[in-house]
Structures are given as C-alpha cells and as structure tokens.
Nanobody
Framework: QVQLVESGGGLVQAGGSLRLSCAAS????????MGWYRQAPGKQRELVAR???????NYADSVKGRFTISRDSAKNTVSLQMNTLKPEDSAVYYC??????????????WGEGTLVTVSS
C-alpha cells in the first residue's frame, strides 16, 4: 500500500504565506513526478505545480512567481511554498505522485487533501 499525507493547510490573510507538505509512504521503489493540484468549490481540479524526478518544474500561470514547489527525494516528500496568497487561492490542495512499485509498475496516487482558506 502507498499513502500520501498532506499537512500545512489553514486560514491565512491575503498577502500571507503558507507551506504545504506531502509525505509518501509504503511500498515505494521510486517516485517520478510529484505535484500539487487544487479544487475550489464548484470548480474542476486544476494543476498548481509539478516537479519531475530530475527537478524540472512547471506552474499554473496563476501562481507563477508566488508559489515554489520542491521535493526531497530521499524522504519521499514534496512541498509547496505559497507566498502572496490571494482569496482566489482558497481551495482544497491535493498532493499527487507517480510512484514506481516494482513489478506493479507505475501507479498514480492522490492524498486526501488539505484546505487552504485565504481571507480578504
């Protein structure tokens, strides 16, 4: 079994910062892409940021220059530093990872999500 557990969500005022973290555990051979998605009420889940095993990153246009994704491959963790938060950043944030599990191949996993609320 594999689990992704997020932490770090909460309530913050506009202009503030939060740091989200996600730890993968279980039967893991290696992790390829890791990323963060978010889903606001009434909206579709969208990609926020993604980082490859080699460290290449890509971001949604709406968060470029404000959010930074990073990973610690030795610890199987991924983090999202969110600065200059805006009310429109409010959403449930989900961790996502492509995990190689040996003979099972590569499988995609989601965390349960962590709520970020930005007040105006």
């Amino acid at each position: 079994q594999v689990q992704l557990v997020e932490s770090g969500g909460g309530l913050v005022q506009a202009g503030g910062s939060l740091r989200l973290s996600c730890a993968a555990s279980g039967s893991i051979s290696s992790i390829n892409n890791m990323g963060w998605y978010r889903q606001a009420p009434g909206k579709q889940r969208e990609l926020v940021a993604r980082i490859t095993s080699g460290g290449s990153t890509n971001y949604a246009d709406s968060v470029k220059g404000r959010f930074t994704i990073s990973r610690d491959s030795a610890k199987n963790t991924v983090s999202l530093q969110m600065n200059t938060l805006k009310p429109e950043d409010s959403a449930v944030y989900y961790c996502n990872a492509d995990i190689y599990r040996g003979w099972l191949g590569t499988m995609n996993y989601w965390g349960e999500g962590t709520l970020v609320t930005v007040s105006s």
